[in-house]
């Protein structure tokens, strides 16, 4: 389908058809009495050359073919020198600005060499280095600066289309990040739950089969929160182009994070302080997500025992505190965590601090209560 005319492309033709044969009969009936009077031949060559100009977008070398064997019969015929050039002006420049320069340099110099030919018809006299050298810059000065336009144009579509790469790193590095920890987080909790429900197996304890239930339903919980969460994930993914959908968890989903994490003997236990007052979205996102890469690193590398989870509201910001026992190595083992949780809260303007010990490990998340600007 062909794209439609535009005003840019229609309104220069337009004029040039108008405009450049009443100019040149004014110059030939108000100026010196140079050249050949205007007549319908005339009239006609400058009015071919202006409408071709309709055509330079999008047939540059059509356009150029056309205006310079309009633009040279006019002169070869004796007409005065005069706004007729000014479509040639425009020929030239159209080619180097929208054709590769291997392409729009020899049709240039073509159509150089076949105007300069009027000299000879015309003016044999003239035909020497100082008329041709002043013929030339009518193709010289409007092919570089075709060629210097078209460069500026190809560096700002090269710096948009890098803009736009690093928009797409971003937003991939930012899903997989969410699917990791939704994922990691699902596993976490069903690993949990499953080796409760195993213990309680192997014990001869009339509970057992009480815990055991206890334990699977906690699992199916714990599947179902993660698929939930990972749709809520892929969602916020546009299919449309559209806007990406809001519906990323905050402090708000806290306590039934840490539900999903708890389990006899390895309760995860949640203090508030301070006044917990709204939090913006994305301070509250990365605080999430932290709490849910660190309660799962606890389930997989601590030592069993309880978590502590504390969330301090100050007037400024908001830390999160999450503390296990210890195993050997845990903080050694980096992973895609930390350095993930690291990045999640250097986005919104907050830092993470990490603890450890023979005795415990511990993690400090801080981030303003107001996203960066």
Same mark, same amino acid.
């Given at each position: 389908?062909?794209?439609?005319?535009?005003?840019?492309?229609?309104?220069?033709?337009?004029?040039?058809?108008?405009?450049?044969?009443?100019?040149?009969?004014?110059?030939? /009936?108000?100026?010196?009495?140079?050249?050949?009077?205007?007549?319908?031949?005339?009239?006609?060559?400058?009015?071919?050359?202006?409408?071709?100009?309709?055509?330079?977008?999008?047939?540059?070398?059509?356009?150029?073919?056309?205006?310079?064997?309009?633009?040279?019969?006019?002169?070869?015929?004796?007409?005065?020198?005069?706004?007729?050039?000014?479509?040639?002006?425009?020929?030239?420049?159209?080619?180097? /600005?929208?054709?590769?320069?291997?392409?729009?340099?020899?049709?240039?110099?073509?159509?150089?060499?076949?105007?300069?030919?009027?000299?000879?018809?015309?003016?044999?006299?003239?035909?020497?280095?100082?008329?041709?050298?002043?013929?030339?810059?009518?193709?010289?000065?409007?092919?570089?600066?075709?060629?210097?336009?078209?460069?500026?144009?190809?560096?700002?579509?090269?710096?948009?289309?890098?803009?736009?790469?690093?928009?797409?790193?971003?937003?991939?590095?930012?899903?997989?990040?969410?699917?990791?920890?939704?994922?990691?987080?699902?596993?976490?909790?069903?690993?949990?739950?499953?080796?409760?429900?195993?213990?309680?197996?192997?014990?001869?304890?009339?509970?057992?089969?009480?815990?055991?239930?206890?334990?699977?339903?906690?699992?199916?919980?714990?599947?179902?929160?993660?698929?939930?969460?990972?749709?809520?994930?892929?969602?916020?993914?546009?299919?449309?182009?559209?806007?990406?959908?809001?519906?990323?968890?905050?402090?708000?989903?806290?306590?039934?994070?840490?539900?999903?994490?708890?389990?006899?003997?390895?309760?995860?236990?949640?203090?508030?302080?301070?006044?917990?007052?709204?939090?913006?979205?994305?301070?509250?996102?990365?605080?999430?997500?932290?709490?849910?890469?660190?309660?799962?690193?606890?389930?997989?590398?601590?030592?069993?025992?309880?978590?502590?989870?504390?969330?301090?509201?100050?007037?400024?910001?908001?830390?999160?505190?999450?503390?296990?026992?210890?195993?050997?190595?845990?903080?050694?083992?980096?992973?895609?965590?930390?350095?993930?949780?690291?990045?999640?809260?250097?986005?919104?303007?907050?830092?993470?601090?990490?603890?450890?010990?023979?005795?415990?490990?511990?993690?400090?998340?801080?981030?303003?209560?107001?996203?960066?600007?």
């Amino acid at each position: 389908m062909q794209e439609p005319w535009r005003a840019r492309e229609v309104v220069p033709a337009a004029v040039a058809v108008v405009v450049l044969p009443l100019w040149s009969r004014g110059i030939h /009936r108000f100026g010196p009495p140079t050249g050949r009077a205007i007549d319908p031949v005339g009239l006609a060559l400058v009015m071919l050359a202006g409408a071709m100009l309709l055509l330079r977008r999008r047939r540059p070398l059509l356009t150029l073919a056309v205006v310079t064997a309009a633009v040279t019969t006019y002169l070869a015929l004796g007409y005065a020198y005069g706004p007729v050039l000014a479509t040639f002006l425009l020929a030239v420049y159209s080619v180097a /600005r929208h054709l590769p320069f291997r392409t729009a340099a020899p049709a240039a110099a073509l159509a150089v060499l076949v105007m300069l030919g009027h000299l000879l018809v015309r003016e044999p006299v003239l035909a020497a280095p100082t008329a041709v050298t002043i013929g030339s810059a009518w193709a010289v000065v409007p092919f570089a600066v075709g060629v210097a336009v078209r460069q500026r144009r190809n560096a700002a579509d090269s710096q948009r289309e890098v803009q736009v790469q690093v928009r797409l790193d971003s937003e991939r590095l930012r899903l997989s990040r969410d699917v990791h920890d939704v994922v990691g987080h699902g596993l976490a909790a069903i690993h949990l739950q499953a080796s409760v429900a195993l213990r309680a197996a192997d014990r001869d304890d009339p509970r057992a089969p009480q815990r055991m239930a206890e334990a699977l339903s906690s699992i199916e919980r714990a599947s179902a929160d993660s698929l939930a969460e990972l749709r809520d994930v892929l969602q916020t993914i546009p299919a449309d182009g559209g806007s990406p959908r809001d519906t990323t968890p905050g402090l708000a989903a806290l306590p039934a994070l840490i539900g999903r994490m708890s389990a006899p003997g390895a309760p995860v236990r949640l203090r508030v302080d301070g006044d917990p007052a709204p939090l913006a979205a994305a301070p509250g996102l990365a605080l999430y997500r932290v709490a849910q890469e660190a309660l799962a690193n606890a389930v997989r590398h601590g030592e069993g025992g309880p978590v502590d989870v504390v969330v301090d509201h100050s007037a400024e910001v908001v830390r999160l505190t999450v503390t296990n026992t210890a195993a050997p190595g845990q903080g050694d083992r980096i992973g895609m965590g930390l350095p993930s949780m690291r990045d999640r809260l250097g986005a919104v303007g907050g830092t993470l601090i990490t603890n450890h010990d023979r005795r415990r490990f511990e993690l400090v998340a801080t981030v303003p209560r107001e996203e960066p600007a």
